[in-house]
């Protein structure tokens, strides 16, 4: 890449980022994808054309096996650099995005969500999963809660500028709370809930990733999950004990109702009760 001629391009798009208020996560990954995209091409930003756009996003998908998800957010950052900072909107008017992948949020059971949360020792980290899953937050929600997000009075909590800088309130479980004071009583958090190894800074996202999975593997679950899959475990098990949809869709913060629907197809309150067709031909009885 041209290093410093297409650094000030760079340092244009990230205060163009900041400026419209996109939040430090996302702006994080934009500049990701863009300084991966100028590294590919090899020439300065303004010498660019449509092809290299494509041969950039056939390389992601073809070359390198990215996910549809992973190169769709590769075009929004290239759509941004073309856009709002090369000022050359008509090269990517028919930029073509990757159809987006369907899949199910792998979930656990509460079975397996006991014999997880069983698995913690550290009183700071059984905080932090058992908030995480009795309220249905995104860890980067959890790691920036503060003492004073904690309504114990109206058993809430108050998300503070959530995903789409969105605040909202969910709900507070009683077995979290009498955790949380014990761990509050213990550790004395001044303005983080959960101080960080940095004075000032709360934990990071990474040491909870970390949390879960050392707990995951203690509990002997094999399934493909992450931290985030104690929030989709949340959602599917709330649907299941028969909360409203629309009730499911306000605690996680969802801005389309489509985004929540997907928890009716892992859902096995609509399924369960179906009996298979070959248990009507032959006959349970003959093979239990």
Same mark, same amino acid.
């Given at each position: ?16 980022? +900041? ?7 996302? %702006? ?5 994808? /863009?300084? *991966? @995209? $100028?590294? =590919? ?69 509460? +079975? ?7 698995? %913690? ?5 059984? /905080?932090? *999963? @058992? $908030?995480? =899953? ?155």
């Amino acid at each position: 890449m041209k290093g410093s001629s297409n650094d000030q391009f760079l340092k244009k798009m990230e205060e163009g980022l +900041k400026l419209r208020g996109y939040s430090q996560k996302t %702006i994080k990954s934009y500049m990701s994808h /863009a300084r *991966l @995209f $100028l590294e =590919y091409c090899g020439k300065n930003a303004n010498q660019l054309v449509k092809e290299d756009i494509n041969y950039y996003l056939l390389y992601l998908l073809e070359q390198k096996g990215n996910t549809h998800s992973f190169v769709s957010q590769a075009v929004s950052s290239i759509k941004f650099l073309f856009g709002k900072v090369l000022m050359k909107d008509d090269l990517t008017l028919n930029i073509v995005r990757p159809k987006k992948e369907k899949k199910l949020p792998e979930v656990l059971s509460q +079975k397996e969500v006991r014999v997880i949360l069983d698995n %913690i020792t550290n009183l700071k980290h059984k /905080a932090i *999963l @058992f $908030l995480t =899953y009795s309220s249905g937050l995104r860890v980067g929600e959890v790691v920036r809660l503060k003492l004073k997000d904690i309504d114990s009075d109206r058993m809430l909590i108050h998300v503070v500028q959530g995903k789409g800088r969105k605040d909202r309130y969910t709900v507070l479980s009683e077995v979290t709370l009498g955790v949380l004071r014990e761990y509050v009583q213990k550790f004395k958090p001044a303005e983080w809930l959960f101080q960080g190894e940095e004075a000032g800074r709360h934990i990071t996202e990474r040491t909870v990733q970390r949390v879960f999975e050392s707990a995951r593997e203690k509990a002997g679950i094999q399934k493909k999950v992450s931290v985030h899959s104690l929030r989709h475990s949340f959602a599917t098990h709330l649907l299941e004990g028969g909360i409203d949809l629309r009730y499911i869709q306000e605690l996680l913060g969802h801005e389309s109702s489509k985004t929540t629907e997907i928890y009716t197809h892992v859902t096995k309150k609509s399924i369960k009760s179906i009996a298979s067709p070959l248990d009507k031909i032959i006959g349970k009885r003959e093979y239990n």
